[in-house]
């Protein structure tokens, strides 16, 4: 949603000036980012065979809430606001901007007929600028489809920047400005682009940051989950949102398990979480090819569904070592002399 592994801080004992301690790798948040971009790459495979069963879709949920707990977490200690920015954007972008140009030549090439690639649509997704027709779940693709995250993961990095320029109260206004923007789109239920910024999946990165809040303090821990549930009852519009609850509480039942020493290492399921980014972004190619294949040969959903994944995951996890791992140890210095440690992917 991080060679470089997902880490996050040990829970203190209480807040206090100092540097934050040593961080260390939370496992299981890196299994929950493998299983979600297995999930979401399921999700697609189903849709372009026209299977008629889906799941996986609520991956993405998961990124979210990931997203909000890690951000909290690594900037506990105290992060300029720039640093965490920038940090941010060199994490994200490139390897984006790489995936992107990569299917606008395939677009050019003729490989995607029907591909719009119009200048600029073009130039708004390479800024993570929504651009284009909304539909129905406030959602407006980019060139590259699965960038519509990205959107959102970049104007929550934006709110998230400012407010670290706050000495205190930091997720309290996190909670007001994201939870006005929500709270503004239900009542005002607004059209067009302004929809998007509006979108009730912003709450999800509310509650993965109460989570971590959760987490930094122990002492505090079941009174910030009670507020939190109470909060997702009580929330207009949170019948339409229920999913926020389950992904948030699985997350929660994992670091529970995570803070008593109850997660193995399982290697091949580390893997696929440090690779989840690439997944992500570059399943998109494969899907191309198993609409095509489905197009010429009667292949079985089953088959064809099952072989998409394993494509995916093995040419996402190939990516991973041939482009954004090398990406990161072209950045590796300036991240590190800035002392924020940053998750893989958004």
């Known amino acids: 949603?991080?060679?470089?592994?997902?880490?996050?801080?040990?829970?203190?004992?209480?807040r206090s000036s100092e540097p934050p301690p040593q961080r260390r790798r939370l496992l299981g948040l890196q299994y929950l980012r493998a299983i979600a971009a297995i999930g979401v790459v399921v999700f697609h495979a189903t849709g372009v065979v026209g299977a008629p069963w889906r799941f996986g879709a609520h991956g993405v949920d998961l990124f979210f809430v990931l997203s909000g707990f890690l951000m909290i977490v690594i900037t506990d200690g105290g992060a300029r606001p720039w640093a965490f920015f920038s940090d941010r954007f060199l994490r994200v972008a490139p390897l984006y901007w790489i995936a992107t140009a990569s299917l606008i030549l395939v677009g050019l090439a003729g490989l995607s007929p029907g591909m719009p690639l119009d200048p600029v649509r073009i130039a708004t997704s390479f800024a993570f600028i929504p651009y284009g027709e909304?539909?129905?779940?406030?959602?407006?693709?980019?060139v590259l489809p699965v960038g519509w995250t990205l959107n959102m993961e970049m104007l929550f990095y934006t709110v998230f920047a400012l407010v670290?320029?706050?000495p205190r109260y930091r997720m309290s206004a996190l909670?007001?400005?994201?939870?006005?923007l929500v709270l503004a789109g239900l009542l005002v239920r607004p059209t067009g682009l302004a929809a998007v910024w509006v979108n009730p999946l912003m709450l999800e990165f509310l509650a993965g940051g109460w989570l971590?809040?959760?987490?930094l303090r122990p002492d505090q821990r079941w009174r910030i989950m009670a507020f939190m549930l109470l909060a997702?009852?009580?929330?207009?519009?949170?019948?339409?949102?229920?999913i926020g609850t389950p992904v948030t509480l699985i997350v929660a039942a994992v670091l529970f398990l995570e803070a008593r020493g109850w997660v193995p290492t399982w290697r091949p399921l580390l893997l696929l979480g440090d690779a989840s980014y690439s997944i992500y972004l570059w399943q998109v190619f494969p899907l191309l090819l198993t609409s095509r294949l489905g197009a010429r040969f009667p292949?079985?959903?089953?088959?064809?569904?099952?072989?998409?994944?394993l494509v995916a995951l093995g040419g996402g996890v190939m990516a991973y070592f041939l482009i954004e791992r090398p990406?990161?140890?072209?950045?590796?210095?300036?991240?590190?002399?800035?002392?924020?440690?940053?998750?893989?992917?958004?």
């Open 1 to 14: 949603m991080t060679t470089e592994h997902q880490r996050a801080l040990e829970p203190p004992p209480a």
């Open 134 to 142: 909304v539909n129905a779940r406030h959602i407006v693709l980019p």
């Open 164 to 166: 670290l320029f706050l």
């Open 175 to 180: 909670t007001c400005v994201l939870g006005g």
């Open 212 to 215: 971590a809040i959760a987490w």
């Open 232 to 242: 997702f009852v009580v929330w207009p519009g949170g019948a339409v949102e229920w």
């Open 299 to 309: 292949v079985p959903p089953g088959i064809l569904v099952a072989a998409t994944v």
């Open 327 to 346: 990406l990161l140890r072209f950045f590796h210095r300036r991240r590190t002399q800035r002392g924020i440690t940053v998750p893989a992917g958004p």
